[in-house]
């Protein structure tokens, strides 16, 4: 798992979750914030190499949670564009509490 949230490719079960946010504008514009956030935390050299193994098995374990949505069926995109929001946010809290750099 290397923490990215899609790869435009369908494979695997989430198939019909990767094909919305892949077709729909705001749901990718979504994803690459959230790719950014998680790149940003992957890098932070004040994180100990224990926290980034949390971090990534965070991100994976919300990848499944989401990887759900499809169960919502007509509900689906907004059940992802929550889920992303509330990812993102988690993202940036985690960020928040990191160190400052000098």
């Not at 919305?20 to 994180?47: H, M, P, V, W, Y």
């Not at 992802?80 to 990812?87: G, P, T, Y």
Request: hydrophobic share 35%.
């Amino acid at each position: 798992f290397d923490g990215e949230t899609i790869h435009c490719q369908p494979s695997g079960s989430a198939a019909s979750c990767i094909v919305l946010i892949c077709r729909d504008a705001e749901l990718t514009a979504i994803d690459g914030e959230l790719r950014a956030a998680f790149r940003r935390l992957q890098n932070d050299a004040s994180f100990t190499e224990a926290q980034r193994e949390a971090l990534v098995e965070d991100q994976r374990r919300w990848v499944e949670s989401m990887d759900q949505c499809w169960r919502a069926q007509e509900r689906m995109r907004d059940c992802v564009k929550r889920s992303q929001r509330r990812r993102l946010q988690h993202l940036q809290t985690w960020e928040a509490v990191s160190p400052v750099k000098p």
